[in-house]
């Protein structure tokens, strides 16, 4: 008989390949900011906040804060890696009143990453008392940024139009929601379960608007990303490495 435990290495490992899949979503939109040479409309946001969130679940997973989660290390790594990336070419290409906001929400994040990492380490004396603070801001955090495409939601019902809420990244979404809300249930774990619960409902809402407003959509439009996360805790280790 297969263990819990197998089953939710399993799921866990599929769960990192959507996830890094996720991280890999706006790279159409990048290349063609690097053929335009220019930003135009795309705002930096959720790049800056999933910069942020991987941030934090980098520092989750540091063997000082939970011991034994290579998993949350790699694809959160590997995350923020991407998102640098996003938003060093997103500078290069905006134009000066953009670069000095994402320069300075990026300074903010900076301060506020530092400033948790200082009070954990030097306040907190028990890997389960850091795990507990991390992981909590980790959820508060990774909980907006699923809320955030509330707001293409909400255009896409007044515009009668799912222009800019393209369909394959709100399916990877509902699938990566759904795989590492599995994960979570399985040996229950709040902090994976309450962001990627969430998700997995905000990515179904989108998919089943998508679908009501497709055909009242003008074709040939451009598509803008919404902002992915990727969340894994605990003894994500047990899988051999977003939920």
């Known amino acids: 008989m297969v263990?819990?435990?197998?089953?939710?290495?399993?799921?866990?490992?599929?769960?990192?390949?959507?996830?890094?899949?996720?991280?890999?979503?706006?790279?159409?939109?990048?290349?063609k900011i690097l053929r335009r040479r220019d930003v135009e409309e795309y705002a930096p946001d959720p790049y800056l906040a999933t910069f942020l969130n991987c941030a934090l679940w980098v520092f989750y997973g540091l063997p000082a804060v939970h011991p034994n989660s290579i998993l949350v290390l790699t694809i959160n790594g590997a995350g923020l890696a991407?998102?640098?990336?996003?938003?060093?070419?997103?500078?290069?290409?905006?134009?000066?009143?953009?670069?000095?906001?994402?320069?300075a929400v990026l300074a903010g994040e900076l301060v506020f990453l530092a400033a948790v990492a200082a009070g954990v380490l030097l306040g907190a004396q028990t890997h389960e008392k850091r795990s507990l603070i991390v992981?909590?801001?980790?959820?508060f955090f990774g909980t907006l940024m699923y809320?955030?495409?509330?707001?293409?939601?909400?255009q896409v019902m007044e515009t009668k139009s799912v222009e800019y809420m393209p369909l394959t990244l709100s399916l990877v979404s509902f699938l990566n929601g759904l795989c590492w809300t599995t994960y979570a249930l399985i040996r229950f774990d709040i902090f994976i379960t309450i962001p990627n619960g969430m998700g997995t409902l905000l990515s179904a809402a989108q998919l089943?608007?998508?679908?009501?407003y497709y055909e009242s959509t003008p074709k040939g439009g451009k598509s803008v990303e919404l902002p992915v996360t990727v969340s894994d805790t605990k003894d994500a280790a047990g899988a051999g490495a977003g939920l």
Request: aromatic share 16%.
């Open 135 to 139: 992981g909590s801001l980790c959820v």
């Open 3 to 31: 263990s819990p435990d197998a089953v939710r290495d399993v799921v866990g490992i599929i769960g990192n390949f959507i996830s890094f899949g996720l991280f890999l979503s706006p790279a159409p939109t990048f290349a």
């Open 82 to 103: 991407i998102e640098v990336a996003y938003l060093t070419v997103y500078f290069g290409y905006a134009p000066r009143a953009k670069r000095q906001r994402l320069l």
């Open 147 to 154: 809320a955030a495409p509330l707001t293409i939601m909400r």
């Open 208 to 212: 089943i608007l998508y679908f009501w």
